[in-house]
């Protein structure tokens, strides 16, 4: 099958499961905060936590499965899992604006995961993730499919995931508030900055190396 149609098909999987969260998400706001969603948080009862964990937990199973079907090389799985990431992601904050109204804008504070600890952070560090997640994976889904072998290494990569683990630790730094049961004020925007500039940096070089190997070996224009 076409490469475009089998993006196109995972884009339509990935908005329904961004639909799907978002649902529950309402149903879990209204059992819990009826009121409307706001700091600090209330005590989930335990059973309800461990079903959010597992729930969050297969999230990341069925996106990694669809991702492993519709690759063919383990770079393309990893683009597909990265693109159905950041679609659903988006689609979620979007169906959540649709139904609830919420968040009120892009500074809003949102609890973003369960795994492996409480991640919060304002809904627009997530949706920067999510839109570099799709761009990168369209860039070398692209490039896989018009037979240009993309150009990483081992440093490429190292550097590329230390952003990534700079970004996630960004995402922490707001724990502290969420345990004294106060309005997470403490999001450290230049920690998030540095982890996407790091990330962002690599993977530009990364794309600038194809682009240059691949018109020197006559693969494109």
């Known amino acids: 099958m076409n490469y475009k149609k089998v993006l196109f ?9 961004g639909y799907l969260e978002s649902a529950v998400v309402v149903y879990l706001r ?39 079907l519709a690759g063919r090389t383990k770079l393309e799985k990893f683009a597909y899992f990265c693109f159905v ?4 992601d988006i689609v979620y904050y979007i169906g959540l604006k649709a139904i609830l109204n919420w ?15 409480v991640w919060v952070g304002p809904v627009l560090a997530p949706v920067i993730v999510s839109a570099a997640l799709c761009a990168t994976a369209i860039i070398i889904i692209y490039f896989s499919n018009n037979n240009i072998k993309f150009y ?9 995931i ?12 707001c ?3 969420v345990i004294k049961n106060k309005y997470p004020e403490h999001f450290y925007w230049p920690l998030f900055t540095a982890g996407i500039v790091i990330g962002f940096a690599a993977f530009c070089c990364a794309v600038y190396r194809t682009v240059k190997k691949s018109r020197k070996s006559g693969t494109v224009n």
């Open 85 to 88: 990431f950041g679609i659903w």
């Open 152 to 160: 990483n290494t081992w440093l490429l990569w190292s550097v590329e």
């Open 9 to 17: 098909w995972v884009f339509l999987y990935a908005t329904a499961m």
């Open 175 to 177: 724990v502290g508030d």
């Open 162 to 173: 230390t952003g990534g683990v700079i970004v996630f630790l960004s995402f922490l730094t």
């Open 30 to 68: 209204e059992l819990l905060y009826p009121a409307g969603f706001d700091f600090p948080l209330k005590t989930i009862p335990g059973n309800l936590l461990i079903a959010e964990v597992i729930r969050e937990f297969a999230t990341i199973i069925m996106i990694l499965a669809v991702a492993i």
């Open 103 to 117: 968040p009120a804008n892009f500074f809003t504070m949102d609890v973003l995961f369960f795994i492996p600890v």
